[in-house]
């Protein structure tokens, strides 16, 4: 075991629920549920909270992106995933 607790296999209808959550959440709201103030009193890692907001909102779009599109990639080809957190 390593990182946050054991691997999870995430089965293909899973995978499909997950697909439509995250379909239906709009990259804007990366913006409007960013507070890197609040992130970094709860000491929330990674420390980098103190870095520009609109830098901060870029990579964590860019983030975001690139899950949904491995979330649906796997849903569209009706495969399970593997999920580990490092």
Request: glycine share 4%; hydrophobic share 45%; no cysteine.
């Amino acid at each position: 075991m390593s990182g946050y607790g054991p691997a999870r296999i995430l089965r293909a209808p899973a995978v499909a629920i997950i697909h439509e959550a995250l379909d239906n959440f709009p990259d804007s709201n990366v913006d409007a549920r960013l507070d890197p103030a609040a992130f970094r009193d709860a000491q929330i890692y990674p420390m980098i909270w103190n870095e520009l907001r609109e830098a901060l909102v870029a990579e964590y779009k860019g983030f975001l992106q690139t899950l949904k599109n491995h979330v649906r990639s796997a849903a569209q080809a009706q495969q399970s995933l593997l999920a580990s957190l490092q």
